[in-house]
């Protein structure tokens, strides 16, 4: 005896079926998920997570002595705002670049980062201190003075210069017996320069512009047929996962951080503790780096860790 399954079970089947092709994806989104059973017990905060280029800037041999930089700025100059449905106040990249900035030159151990951003904050407690001292001196007593602020020895300079939406788009779907499934991806760019300037000369010590790709991606499944004369089945399901542009932003920093370092080492603006440690694989891989770029024709010339000037 044959048994024949009811026609709403058999689609029940090809739905499962259809949604065994984003299994993966369904397993990266309940993952991200605080409220995942895998989650459970965990905090919903975590520390931002770090890249490779991170691990290459925190890993880099250490310096001969560390430099006293000042940041003053490092400003979205792209003017570019969110493409709709998002609100056209919303600009595209971080206004935060400089902390960024900031946190990877001390994560270097290369630099001294001295506050400039924040100045004018600095300077209204260092008056309220003194004005708290005058008050409460003795007679008599020796003044508690403040030190004074130390003064850097090479300016960066740069920003976030161009964010390039839509570089490449693309998809793919299929589509059976009212079911199907759909595929699409899309890729912006950012870009930032990145300068460091002698204090006592004005001179350009190094310049460096890093690109980092923006990935977005998004799946979608659906079904659309009649399971009997007048019962419709309609079913969708899809995943999108959008790759934060701010951490994308950060990791040109650092790599932009990374470069700078090596090219002031190439240059002998600045030294390493140990000599032969200019011939250690991290260094070597990015004057590799810029070694090929500077000989691609000018048309090519992007490579997976920046660009350069």
């Known amino acids: 005896m044959i048994i024949r399954a009811h026609p709403v079970l058999r689609l029940a089947a090809l739905v499962c079926a259809l949604g065994s092709l984003s299994a993966c994806s369904l397993l990266d989104w309940w993952r991200d998920d605080p409220k995942a059973p895998s989650a459970i017990g965990k905090p919903a905060h975590q520390l931002t997570p770090v890249t490779d280029v991170h691990r290459d800037l925190v890993n880099l041999p250490p310096p001969k002595g560390k430099i006293v930089v000042a940041v003053y700025g490092f400003r979205d100059q792209t003017g570019q705002y969110k493409q709709s449905p998002d609100s056209s106040f919303s600009t595209a990249v971080t206004q935060g670049a400089a902390s960024m900035l900031v946190k990877a030159l001390a994560d270097s151990q290369w630099f001294i980062p001295v506050e400039r951003e924040g100045l004018q904050n600095l300077l209204t407690e260092r008056r309220i201190v003194r004005a708290l001292e005058s008050q409460n001196h003795k007679p008599g007593a020796p003044p508690n003075t403040l030190a004074g602020l130390m003064p850097s020895s090479v300016l960066l300079e740069g920003g976030i210069i161009a964010y390039e939406m839509n570089v490449k788009t693309g998809g793919a779907g299929a589509r059976y017996v009212g079911i199907g499934a759909h595929e699409q991806y899309r890729t912006d760019q950012v870009t930032i320069n990145l300068r ?8 350009i010590l190094g310049s460096v512009f890093t690109t980092k790709t923006i990935y977005s991606y998004a799946l979608s499944e659906d079904v659309f047929r009649f399971v009997s004369f007048k019962n419709l089945l309609e079913v969708e399901t899809g995943y999108t996962r959008n790759e934060p ?64 000037n």
């Open 245 to 308: 542009a701010q951490l994308c932003v950060m990791s040109a920093i650092e790599a932009a951080v990374v470069h700078l370092i090596v090219m002031g080492i190439r240059d002998n603006h600045w030294a390493l503790r140990d000599q032969k440690d200019f011939h250690s694989p991290l260094i070597q891989s990015y004057l590799a780096a810029q070694r090929i770029y500077i000989n691609k024709p000018k048309a090519d010339r992007v490579s997976p860790q920046g660009t350069f």
């Open 196 to 203: 460091a300037v002698d204090i006592q000369t004005g001179r």
